[in-house]
Protein backbone atom coordinates (compact mmCIF):
# COMPACT_ATOMS: atom_id res chain seq x y z
CA UNK A 1 0.00 0.00 0.00
CA UNK A 2 1.43 3.24 -0.92
CA UNK A 3 0.43 6.42 1.54
CA UNK A 4 1.04 10.25 1.46
CA UNK A 5 1.59 10.56 4.72
CA UNK A 6 4.67 12.20 5.23
CA UNK A 7 3.37 14.80 2.22
CA UNK A 8 0.42 15.58 4.07
CA UNK A 9 2.28 15.94 7.19
CA UNK A 10 5.00 18.70 5.23
CA UNK A 11 1.69 20.31 3.92
CA UNK A 12 0.80 21.19 8.05
CA UNK A 13 4.66 21.58 9.14
CA UNK A 14 3.56 18.73 11.79
CA UNK A 15 6.24 16.67 13.37
CA UNK A 16 5.98 12.53 13.62
CA UNK A 17 5.49 12.98 17.00
CA UNK A 18 2.79 15.87 16.52
CA UNK A 19 0.72 13.26 14.79
CA UNK A 20 1.43 10.62 16.86
CA UNK A 21 0.25 12.57 19.99
CA UNK A 22 -3.10 13.59 18.18
CA UNK A 23 -4.16 10.40 17.04
CA UNK A 24 -3.15 8.52 19.95
CA UNK A 25 0.00 6.21 19.04
CA UNK A 26 3.72 6.18 19.51
CA UNK A 27 6.13 7.92 16.86
CA UNK A 28 7.22 4.75 15.48
CA UNK A 29 3.70 3.68 14.59
CA UNK A 30 3.62 7.02 12.52
CA UNK A 31 7.10 6.49 11.25
CA UNK A 32 6.46 2.53 10.47
CA UNK A 33 3.15 3.46 8.81
CA UNK A 34 5.50 6.35 6.68
CA UNK A 35 7.80 3.73 5.41
CA UNK A 36 5.03 1.07 4.57
CA UNK A 37 6.37 -1.45 7.12
CA UNK A 38 3.18 -1.12 9.03
CA UNK A 39 -0.60 -0.82 7.94
CA UNK A 40 -3.41 1.06 9.93
CA UNK A 41 -6.26 0.25 11.20
CA UNK A 42 -9.40 1.89 9.67
CA UNK A 43 -9.90 4.08 12.57
CA UNK A 44 -6.31 5.35 12.54
CA UNK A 45 -6.59 6.14 9.05
CA UNK A 46 -9.85 8.07 9.57
CA UNK A 47 -8.69 9.63 12.47
CA UNK A 48 -5.55 10.63 10.34
CA UNK A 49 -7.75 11.88 7.85
CA UNK A 50 -9.46 13.96 9.92
CA UNK A 51 -6.21 15.84 11.35
CA UNK A 52 -5.38 16.38 7.60
CA UNK A 53 -9.07 17.51 6.83
CA UNK A 54 -8.78 14.93 3.70
CA UNK A 55 -10.17 11.92 2.74
CA UNK A 56 -8.46 8.37 3.80
CA UNK A 57 -7.80 7.96 0.08
CA UNK A 58 -5.53 11.09 0.00
CA UNK A 59 -3.52 9.58 2.19
CA UNK A 60 -3.40 5.83 1.34
CA UNK A 61 -3.80 4.21 -2.11
CA UNK A 62 -4.14 0.50 -2.72
CA UNK A 63 -1.58 -0.65 -5.43
CA UNK A 64 -2.09 -3.20 -7.95
CA UNK A 65 0.26 -5.78 -6.19
CA UNK A 66 -2.29 -5.58 -3.35
CA UNK A 67 -5.03 -6.68 -5.43
Do not use: H, W
Not at 24 to 35: F, L, P, Y
Amino acid sequence: MKNNLKVERAKKDMTQAQLAEKIGVSRQTINATEKGKYIPSTLLALKMASVFECKVEDIFEIEASDL
